[in-house]
């Protein structure tokens, strides 16, 4: 009887020490979210120099309005300066800030939307949405550190530029060719940043009048019962659409929506059934029909949808979409963490990602 009761005392201990040992494994997986994907970044997406690489292959341009190889974009910085909040990773912010003044900012006091891989640059225009991620990120920097008020010094001086050139009738334009001085007719609708922009009118810079007109934009946008249009003509107050809808755009826009009292179930809803039905969401879809307009599945599109979702407070699908994202990761064993096919990724199937992962750790 004496041994059996310490057979079974020893085993209540073993059962407790195993519970232990799932829970804390549990606690390190979580918290482990984003982590395999940050080091690939960067290890493998990093140039020499600081900048981040668009491309994991070298490759030359071909096309200067497109992005090829080495060469780094001011949105793959502002998104890493996200995920730099997100992670609490004050060191890497401060890195994001030297690469913003040392390569990205011009004699102008503008953000080149593109570099050499050197860190050169040959291109006389900006890109709003960029420009308002990243100064977004650095008055929350400031906000967060607040050891360091030369980031909110540094994005007040970034949005002053922006309203001296890139605005056409009351709005700001999707960028500004500072060497022709030229602005376009359009704002893209993904581009109307309302968290960076309702920060800047709590800054003071951006009055209050101007917030509520990009809101209301948002607000009281069209739809076609499913998708969003793809811009506004600040000349002619048109909203645009397009006939393939890219699923990164939609969600850009209802994400930014949010912000707003807008009922975006009619997306939402679309997205969870295409989801529930095939297990899956295709990078484009045909605005006529719904169908898939692409046989390919976007890590870009998973990051974006587990936010939206969130947003949507519905964290079960959340949940789902992650682990549809992750058997798209890591499936090259020569780059660990990485979202990588045929030997070659873009960095947005990495950064994008990498902040679904850390909006699941942190919601």
Known sequence: MEWRSRRKVLWVWLGLLLSAAIGIG???SHSDRGESTKR????NLTNPNGTLATYLQKAKSVNPELAAGREALSESLGLWMQAALASDDQAAFEKSYETLNRYFVTDQDYIAWK????GGTEVSTNALGDDLRIIGALLEGARKWKDHPVWRAR????TKTLLSRSQKNGYLVDFYDFSKQEVPDTLALAYVDLSTL???MQEGVLDEGAYRRYHTLLQEMPDDGVFYPKSFNVVTREYEYEVTVNLIDQLLVAIHAGETDRDQAHLYQFLKHKFDQTGKLFGQYMRTDRTAAVKYESPSVYGLAIMFALQQGDRPLAEQLYERM???K?????YPGGYVFKANTHIFDNLLPLLGEYALENE
Do not use: H, Q, W, Y
Request: proline share 4%; aromatic share 4%.
């Open 26 to 28: 549990g606690c390190l």
């Open 198 to 200: 309702k920060g800047l």
């Open 155 to 158: 994005a007040i001086d970034l």
């Open 330 to 334: 890591g499936n090259d064993v020569r």
């Open 115 to 118: 570099l050499s891989p050197e």
């Open 40 to 43: 690939f970044i960067a290890k």
């Open 326 to 328: 992750l058997t798209l």
